[in-house]
Structure formats: C-alpha cells, structure tokens
C-alpha cells in the first residue's frame, strides 16, 4: 500500500511538475460550435461577466446583463453525462466482466469501477484545467485547478462554457462533468487488454500516469479552443486560432473521440498487453468467456449511453445531435450486420459474441464521425468498421502476437482508425456530409468545390499518427516506472487462483 501511494504522490508530482511550465493565461475555453462539426465542444471558461455594483460607478452605463445558459441545452447535458455514466457503470464493466473467465469477474468489475472514480476525482483536481483552460498548443494551465473560478462570489453566478453556436451556453459546470466521463470511460477502455493477471494497485498507478500525460494532452490538442464568440472579426480569427490546441489548428475532425477516447486508449492498452506479458497457459489452455449473457447486457448498455457519448457532444439540443443520434443508430445496427456476415463466411456460422463487439465496433467507428457526416456516410462506416474490427481481432491479433485480452486494440484501435480516416471522407457535402467551417468569423460552412477530401484525409491520418506516437511513448514510460516501483503482474499462483480471492479475498459465484 506504501509503495501504491508513494507512486500516486509521485504521478501528481510528476504532472504538475512538468506542466506547471504551460502558460496560464486567463481561461477563455469556449467550444467549437454545433454549426462545426470540426471538433468536440470545448468550454468557455471565462465566467459570466458580472454587472458592476451601482455604487462602484454610478454614472456609469448599466452593464451588459451575464448570458443566461439555455435550459433545454443543459438539460440534455446533463442527461448525456448520466448516459455516459452508464455506458461505463455498468455497461462496460459488465461487457468485459463477460469476457473473463469466472474467477476473474470480480477484478474486472472492480478496476473499472474504481479507474472511473479515480480519474473523475483527478479531472476535478487539476485534470479538466489541464484540458480544457489556455496553455499552449499541447496542454492547458491552471486556472481551473480545483475548479476555482467556476462560482462568481460577487456576481453571484455560474461560469457559462460555450457551445458550438454563438451567443448560445451552458453552465459550465455541466460541461466539466460530461467531459468527466469521457475522461473516466477512456481510462477504464486500457483495463481489457490487460485482464486477468495485473495487480491492482498496478492498474491506479498507471492510470495516474497515463491520465496525466496522455489523455490531458490529447484532449487539449484536440478539443480545445476559444470558442465562437472569440470570433469577433477577421482581425481576430487568426489569433485566435493560434491559441487553441494542435490539432484544432490543423482542422482535425473529432466530434466525439475518435482520437482522444478510442485510439488513445486502445494503444495505451496494446503497449501493456505486450510489458505486462500474455496469460499463463495462454494459447494452450481454455480462456473462454465464461457469460456471454452479461456481456450481452453490457454491450446493449454501452449502445444505449453511447447516444448521451455522441450525441452529447453536439452540446446543444439541435440539429448537429440529433445527426450524430441516428448516425450512432444507422453505424451501429450495420456493423453488427457487417460482423456476423463476417462470421458466417469465415466461420460457417455467426456468434452472440461477434453481433456484441460488432455493436461496439461500429460504436467506435462513428464516434468521430457522428455530428461530421451525412446518414448514407454513417452507414457505410458502420460496414466498413465492422467488418475491419472482425479483422482487427483475428488477423491482426495473431501478427501483433500480444495477449490483448479483451481485443482493446482490434476494436477501439481498429475502428477508432476506420472512423478517423473516413470522417475526412464523409465531411465532404458533395457525399452528403455537413462539411466543416471554413469562416468562425461568420460561421459559414465549407462548399463542396472547396472541401478537399484528400486534404482532410491527410489531417485526419496526421492526427491519428500523433496520437499513437504520443499515447504509445507516454504508456511505455508509465508502464516501465510502474514495474519499477509496484510490479505489474501477480504471482503465477494468484493468476492460477483468480484475481477476485488472491486480490480482492471475494467471489463472483459461490456454490
């Protein structure tokens, strides 16, 4: 336990080390609009302004009174973040408690469960600052450490985030706690791959480093910027630009986590699959899911929150959600058709298992892509992701040669991959896509004899090799300081035992 809280002490350390360099000029985070399907929403974290005491300047003009946030839109805010919650508690966990076999049960369930809640508590300490407040074009500051700033003591109200369309908000705090979740689910995404034989205290410890380092960063680069309103003139919109994230100022197309969530994890969990090192008895002895039953639920769970996950993210009540809406129905229901005639041709018959991570794969695939194309271009992702996740879980396993338990990379790598790539594809409007914004000044949307499909095909793929860069150096040092510190793995006897008793002295099933 000493040596779990000296590693814990020293990721924060570490952290806030490295990052304290960032700029921390004042926060002025607002999203991309909904009218852009460029990028997820980001806040405006600037708070209301407040309207000055009479008796400070009484013969001053009135001041503007403080945007007031659009119920219906916070609504659905909030009502998305519970959906999330959802997708990880208990959809995920029960998808991959499933998976493993019975002995097992018990640590899957409870390394998510308390990754999220881990990595929920970090993103209100310093973690949503780091994303989502100016910096510089790799990490934020420290202006929302703590959440400071988020109540307006004088004024006497709540910091508004912006959307993706101007003069629309909502309260920020509602913001800071949908992105909690992403945070938390990505996280909990890395635990299949390395299932079944890590110590517990291994898994917090890397999840503090990878957080820190890795998701904050990519989250940052992609998603942040200041907002529609920063907009003001042409004057303005370069300087603006300049100040968001890295790959927002390339024009990469995220709406929902393609790269943050999806491929990011995913390599996280590649890269421990292959330093934890694979199952004893694996490839000689029988590692089958030991019920298909929970993983069905799970899977049927993660599909109904992943509407609050993508459509979400339109941050606004309108249109741009109600497209990435259906598109997560329409890519869904095609990939798991996709998968199962995969199966049968390879297979002769078509599995439980394969219709469940069909769902999730075409889940995966149209996550960046949700709110950024049209429905026929939905559909086609869905096909595409599900029959290349088929691959990515057999051909592709067996050439990486690593015991990704739980296929986190066949899966949310793969199909993370597809739905980056062919999101620059499908933005196009001449292929019924919405397009990007080409004017924030004006908001006015790209034309099809404009829209280069080649161009942003090429941005889409730069940000998927950075990501994978970043994530995958970021893992190998996480994972090495952590094996130098805790020990990744149990003794090949508690492995032999189960985790639930040698770690948890508990058991899913008795009788």
């Given at each position: 336990?000493?040596?779990l809280?000296?590693t814990?002490?020293?990721?924060?350390?570490?952290g806030?080390?490295?990052?304290?360099a960032?700029?921390v000029a004042?926060?002025?985070?607002?999203?991309?609009?909904v009218t852009?399907?460029?990028?997820e929403?980001?806040?405006?974290?600037?708070?209301?302004?407040?309207?000055a005491?009479a008796?400070?300047?009484?013969?001053?003009?009135?001041?503007?009174?403080?945007?007031?946030p659009?119920k219906?839109?916070?609504g659905w805010m909030?009502?998305s973040?519970?959906?999330?919650?959802?997708?990880v508690?208990p959809?995920?966990?029960?998808?991959?408690?499933?998976?493993?076999?019975s002995?097992?049960?018990?640590?899957?369930?409870?390394?998510v469960?308390v990754?999220?809640?881990?990595?929920?508590?970090?993103?209100f300490?310093?973690?949503?600052?780091?994303?989502?407040?100016?910096g510089?074009?790799?990490i934020?500051?420290?202006?929302?450490?703590?959440?400071?700033?988020?109540?307006?003591?004088?004024?006497?109200?709540?910091a508004?985030?912006?959307?993706?369309?101007?003069g629309?908000y909502?309260p920020?705090?509602?913001?800071?706690?949908?992105?909690?979740?992403?945070?938390?689910?990505?996280c909990?995404?890395?635990?299949g791959?390395?299932a079944?034989?890590?110590?517990?205290?291994a898994?917090?410890?890397?999840?503090v480093?990878?957080?820190t380092?890795?998701?904050l960063p990519?989250?940052?680069?992609?998603?942040?910027w200041?907002?529609p309103?920063?907009?003001?003139s042409?004057?303005?919109?370069?300087?603006?630009?300049?100040k968001a994230?890295?790959?927002?100022?390339w024009g990469?197309?995220?709406?929902?986590?393609?790269?943050?969530?999806?491929?990011?994890?995913?390599?996280?969990?590649?890269?421990?699959a292959f330093?934890?090192?694979?199952?004893v008895g694996?490839?000689?002895?029988?590692?089958?899911?030991?019920?298909l039953?929970?993983?069905m639920v799970?899977a049927?769970?993660?599909?109904v929150?992943?509407?609050?996950?993508?459509?979400?993210?339109?941050?606004?009540?309108?249109g741009?959600a109600?497209?990435?809406?259906?598109n997560?129905l329409?890519?869904?229901?095609?990939?798991?058709?996709?998968?199962c005639v995969?199966?049968?041709?390879?297979?002769?018959?078509a599995?439980?298992?394969?219709?469940?991570?069909?769902?999730?794969a075409?889940?995966v695939?149209?996550?960046?892509?949700?709110g950024?194309?049209?429905?026929?271009?939905?559909?086609?992702i869905?096909?595409i992701g599900?029959?290349?996740?088929?691959?990515?879980?057999n051909?592709?396993?067996?050439?990486l040669g690593?015991?990704?338990?739980?296929?986190?990379?066949g899966?949310?790598?793969?199909?993370?991959?597809?739905?980056?790539?062919?999101?620059?594809?499908f933005?196009?409007?001449?292929?019924?896509?919405p397009?990007?914004?080409?004017d924030w000044?004006?908001?006015?949307?790209i034309t099809?004899?404009?829209?280069?499909i080649?161009?942003?095909?090429?941005?889409?793929?730069?940000?998927?090799?950075?990501?994978?860069?970043?994530s995958g150096?970021?893992?190998?040092?996480?994972?090495?300081i952590?094996?130098?510190?805790?020990g990744?793995?149990?003794?090949?006897?508690?492995?032999?035992?189960?985790l639930?008793?040698?770690?948890?002295?508990?058991?899913?099933?008795?009788?």
């Open positions: 336990m000493k040596k809280l000296a814990l002490a020293l990721g924060l350390s570490l806030w080390g490295v990052f304290g960032a700029s004042t926060a002025q985070t607002a999203p991309a609009a852009a399907p460029a990028a929403a980001k806040p405006a974290d600037a708070a209301a302004p407040a309207t005491p008796a400070a300047a009484p013969a001053a003009a009135e001041a503007a009174p403080a945007p007031v659009n219906a839109d916070t909030m009502l973040t519970i959906l999330v919650i959802l997708m508690i959809g995920l966990a029960l998808f991959y408690g499933g998976l493993v076999r002995k097992n049960m018990l640590s899957v369930l409870m390394q469960v990754t999220f809640s881990l990595i929920t508590v970090l993103w300490v310093y973690g949503y600052s780091l994303a989502f407040t100016e510089n074009a790799y934020g500051g420290f202006d929302r450490l703590f959440m400071k700033g988020i109540w307006d003591n004088v004024a006497g109200t709540f508004n985030a912006a959307t993706f369309s101007k629309v909502i920020e705090i509602s913001f800071a706690a949908f992105q909690a979740t992403f945070a938390g689910i990505t909990a995404l890395i635990i791959a390395f079944e034989r890590i110590k517990f205290s898994v917090l410890a890397f999840m480093l990878w957080f380092f890795s998701y990519v989250a940052h680069m992609v998603w942040f200041m907002g309103d920063a907009y003001a042409k004057e303005v919109a370069d300087e603006m630009t300049s994230g890295l790959l927002w100022q990469a197309l995220d709406f929902a986590g393609g790269t943050v969530v999806h491929i990011n994890a995913a390599v996280a969990g590649l890269v421990g330093m934890v090192g694979k199952r694996y490839g000689r002895e029988s590692m089958a899911p030991h019920s039953t929970l993983t799970g049927s769970l993660l599909w929150g992943w509407f609050g996950f993508n459509a979400g993210s339109a941050l606004e009540a309108n741009f109600a497209l990435a809406f259906i997560t329409i890519a869904t229901a095609a990939a798991v058709l996709a998968w995969g199966e049968a041709l390879m297979r002769g018959k599995s439980m298992l394969g219709a469940a991570s069909g769902a999730v075409g889940l695939a149209i996550t960046p892509a949700a950024n194309v049209g429905l026929g271009g939905a559909l086609i869905g096909f599900g029959f290349a996740c088929l691959w990515g879980v051909g592709l396993k067996k050439m690593a015991d990704d338990s739980l296929d986190v990379f899966v949310h790598g793969v199909g993370g991959i597809v739905g980056a790539l062919l999101t620059g594809v933005n196009s409007p001449a292929l019924g896509g397009s990007a914004v080409g000044v004006t908001v006015t949307m099809p004899d404009a829209y280069s080649a161009a942003q095909v090429w941005t889409q793929a730069k940000a998927v090799l950075l990501t994978i860069v970043w150096v970021v893992s190998v040092v996480a994972f090495k952590v094996d130098l510190t805790i990744l793995r149990v003794t090949e006897e508690e492995e032999r035992e189960g639930d008793i040698s770690s948890h002295g508990e058991s899913a099933y008795h009788g």
